[in-house]
C-alpha cells in the first residue's frame, strides 16, 4: 500500500501562484510515475502533469509553461509549481502514484485525498 498527503492548495487570485506537495509513504517501490489529477465541479478527473521515476515529465497542454512538476525519490515527494493562475484551473487537486507497464496499462494505483485550490478574484 501506498499513502499520499496533499497539501498547499488555497484560494489565489488570479495570475497568482500556488504551489502544491504530495508526500507519499509505503511501498513507493511498486510505483514508476507520480502526478497529479484534478476534477472540477460537473466535470471529469484530468491528467494534469506526470513525472516518471527517471525524470520525465507529461502536462495538460492548457497548463504548459505555467505549472512545473518536480519530485524527490529521496523524500518521496513530488510538488506542482503553479504560476499564472487562471480562474479555469480551479479544480480538486489530487496526488496519484501508479505503475505503469506500457503506454495503455497501469496497476498499483493510488490517490490522495485531494486539496482545494480555487482561483478567484
Known amino acids: 500500500q501506498v499513502q499520499l498527503v496533499e497539501s498547499g492548495g488555497g484560494l489565489v487570485q488570479p495570475g497568482g501562484s500556488l504551489r502544491l506537495s504530495c508526500a507519499a509513504s509505503?511501498?513507493?517501490?511498486?510505483?514508476?510515475?507520480m502526478g497529479w489529477y484534478r476534477q472540477a465541479p460537473g466535470k471529469q478527473r484530468e491528467l494534469v502533469a506526470t513525472i516518471t521515476s527517471g525524470g520525465t515529465t507529461n502536462y495538460l497542454d492548457s497548463v504548459k509553461g505555467r505549472f512545473t512538476i518536480s519530485s524527490d525519490n529521496a523524500k518521496n515527494t513530488v510538488a506542482l509549481q503553479m504560476n499564472s493562475l487562471k480562474p479555469e484551473d480551479t479544480a480538486v487537486y489530487y496526488c496519484?502514484?501508479?505503475?505503469?507497464?506500457?503506454?495503455?496499462?497501469?496497476?498499483?494505483?493510488?490517490w490522495g485525498q485531494g486539496t482545494q485550490v480555487t482561483v478567484s478574484s
Open positions: 496519484n502514484a501508479r505503475r505503469v507497464l506500457s503506454i495503455t496499462t497501469y496497476d498499483n494505483n493510488y
Open positions: 509505503g511501498s513507493i517501490f511498486n510505483t514508476n510515475v
